[in-house]
């Protein structure tokens, strides 16, 4: 099945921007999307479709896919934003989504 | 709204049903499904079934032993869960599906398998 990579930690200064990565083998054909997931709450879908912001997603969250790799940059971060952050493609072989191992984000 | 029942303890080798109540979306125009996670660890999809309940599939750490089914009269979403391991122990999420994300999520259901 297919395999999604994602560090399992990233730090980033109140104000500055956040980028998450999603390693994927020619994830670039894939659409991605991006949950993001507070403590004791369900995840909530950031970003869809490599690039698009569900109504209520602020514009500081945006997304890019080349390559072999998928970006979730969060600009102008703040203390709010600390969370863990999936990636997610769908899985044509299993027909099932298939889920990156996580990030959980660090605002310093 | 999204909303799932029927979590609790389980001894391993029991059963448990898992339903998911919907209101307020065309709940027949969706594929649903049914994600866990574990205590402390990632998103696991583990099943998906289509419109009309004739199509289902399965995480293959699940085949043989969970059954995916749907009833569209009810609005509602379920998951017969049987031969239950540990490894099964996690909240299990109940997930509208739209173009192959899950743009809806229910707040979850704890199923913990322990003696």
């Not at chain 1, 930690?9 to 994830?27: E, L, Y």
């Not at chain 1, 602020?58 to 102008?76: K, Q, W």
């Amino acid at each position: 099945s297919y395999v999604l990579t994602q560090p399992p930690s990233v730090s980033v200064a109140r104000g500055q921007t956040a980028r998450i990565t999603c390693g994927g083998n020619n994830i670039v054909i894939k659409s991605v999307h991006w949950y993001q997931q507070k403590p004791g709450q369900a995840p909530v879908l950031a970003v869809y479709d490599d690039s698009d912001r569900p109504s209520g997603i602020p514009e500081r969250f945006s997304g890019s896919n080349s390559g072999n790799t998928a970006t979730l940059a969060i600009s102008r971060v703040e203390a709010g934003d600390e969370a863990d952050y999936y990636c997610q493609v769908w899985d044509t072989s299993s027909a099932l989504g298939v889920f990156g191992g996580g990030t959980k984000l660090t605002v310093l | 709204q999204v909303e799932e029942s029927g979590g609790g303890l389980v001894q391993p080798g029991g059963s448990l049903r898992l339903s998911c109540a919907t209101s307020g979306i065309t709940f027949t125009v969706y594929w649903m499904s049914w994600v866990r996670q574990a205590p402390g660890k990632g998103l696991e999809w583990v099943a998906n079934i289509n419109q009309d309940g004739s199509e289902k599939y399965y995480v293959d750490s699940v085949k043989g032993r969970f059954t995916i089914s749907r009833d569209n009269a009810k609005n509602s979403l379920y998951l017969q869960m049987n031969s239950l391991r540990a490894e099964d122990t996690a909240v299990y999420y109940c997930a509208k599906v739209t173009a192959g994300r899950v743009d809806y999520w229910g707040q979850g259901t704890l199923v913990t398998v322990s003696s």
